[in-house]
């Protein structure tokens, strides 16, 4: 099991627990937790509905693609660390991040 | 201004809008599609159109055109005709409970059903994030540049990094008596040729290019006269100016459908499994768009929506007769 943070718009910050090959990127994993992420292209990095900044653990994320940096480069309140959860792979690599939903 | 008379007005000519007419077509039931984009195939054609689709039954590969292309041909004995690069706007119901639904360009089409097959909805202009900001909407804010002598002589903020941004700070520098361009980041990722203009007319003094910055308030009396911001050391500023255009892209928002008296659930439009129908008699909800316990984003189970809202709306475009149900490899496809 890996476990990570989302903290919501209110400030709410919980603690999520998943299976390591759980094979379901962020967004899907946000969206089977209840969070309000609306997903409304479904993942194809194409709506930024799923925004997050990634507070803690961003380094060992990796780069975002073409397709996800220019979406975030369009978003009015993107920062530095912003990605989106639909192009993050639950992994070993989430292990102890902090997710804030921006959207 | 123009009137159509149909059977079934489709809202969205998508890959589900599309089948919607043949299914719709079996039964005898004539359909027109309203889209806001200029073309069919909806996401298709305009976000993946070289994309291949693998999980359309009977097809193990073929690319997202090619699908579009295809469904055309499968309708076109249904003669659907088309209202294309128009946004339905309003939905009003008639007394003998027909439909007619007005566009942005006030086109009006009459009809027995109505059926939303919008996937993602329409794509609407971001908006950032600031106090007040839709208080001066049309005040001095706007989000998209219909006529660009608007700003001629005026002081303008252009707020964004992407292609749009760039290319309007470029064509605004010639109009505008200013403009500056405030970006969060340090660097564009639009063309690349485009951020060297932008690069150079700051060099050349004809625009004021503020870099790591961001938008913090606007400012004005009714009407806009500052934009107020916070520099790359986190210091405030403000900037007198006529407009402000923040251009952070476009997001797809369920649009001017939120406002019909739909069941919602998240951004989405509730239906009855049963036949796909929404809370509001003789109207459907079919594809992306809908929602129900066990949704999948798939355009294959649109399809299967498209054919039971068929079944369905029958009633609704023959009242007086009896739908008896025929397969295709038994009756054919009686073209109208």
């Known amino acids: 099991m890996i476990t990570f943070q989302v903290q919501d718009r209110q400030g709410d910050r919980r603690t999520i627990e998943v299976p390591e090959d759980i094979n379901l990127t962020l967004m899907e994993v946000l969206k089977a937790s209840d969070y309000p992420v609306l997903a409304t292209c479904g993942g194809m990095a194409l709506c930024a509905t799923c925004h997050v900044e990634v507070q803690q653990g961003h380094a060992h994320l990796g780069p975002p693609t073409d397709a996800e940096g220019d979406m975030i480069d369009t978003l009015p309140n993107a920062t530095h660390t912003s990605r989106l959860a639909c192009q993050i792979r639950i992994g070993g690599h989430l292990e102890n991040a902090l997710f804030i939903l921006m959207e | ?336």
């Open chain 2, 1 to 336: 201004m123009e009137r159509i008379e149909t059977d079934i007005a489709i809202i969205g000519a998508g890959p589900v809008g599309l089948f919607a007419v043949f299914e719709a077509g079996l039964l005898k039931m004539r359909c027109h599609l309203i889209d806001a984009l200029p073309q069919i195939g909806g996401q298709l054609t305009e976000i993946y159109p070289k994309k291949p689709i693998y999980d359309i039954p009977g097809l193990p590969e073929i690319n997202a055109q090619d699908l579009v292309e295809n469904l055309r041909q499968q309708i076109a004995p249904f003669k659907p005709t088309f209202t294309l690069g128009e946004r339905v706007d309003g939905l009003t119901r008639q007394a003998d409970g027909s439909f007619i639904l007005t566009t942005s360009d006030a086109t009006t089409v009459h009809c027995k059903v109505v059926v939303i097959a919008g996937g993602l909805g329409c794509f609407e202009p971001r908006k950032p994030e600031i106090q007040d900001l839709e208080r001066y909407e049309g005040r001095g804010v706007s989000y998209m540049i219909k006529d660009p002598e608007t700003f001629r002589n005026k002081r303008v903020v252009i707020a964004g990094g992407g292609d749009s941004a760039l290319d309007w700070t470029i064509y605004l520098s010639g109009v505008a008596e200013k403009v500056t361009l405030i970006h969060r980041n340090e660097s564009f990722r639009g063309a690349p040729d485009s951020a060297e203009k932008v690069f150079l007319l700051a060099r050349e003094g004809k625009i004021d290019l503020m870099l790591a910055t961001n938008l913090q308030a606007v400012q004005g009396n009714g009407v806009l006269n500052a934009v107020a911001f916070t520099d790359r050391n986190k210091q405030p500023g403000q900037i007198d100016a006529d407009y402000l255009i923040p251009l952070f892209g476009l997001s797809p928002r369920l649009g001017p459908i939120a406002g019909w008296g739909l069941s919602l659930d998240k951004n989405a439009i509730q239906v009855n499994t049963l036949d796909y129908a929404t809370n509001v008699s003789g109207v459907y909800a079919i594809g992306d768009i809908n929602t129900y316990p066990g949704k999948l984003k798939l355009i294959l189970c649109g399809f299967h929506e498209a054919a039971l809202m068929a079944q369905s709306a029958f009633k609704f475009v023959y009242p007086d007769q009896k739908l008896s149900f025929k397969y295709t490899t038994v009756n054919g496809v009686n073209a109208f």
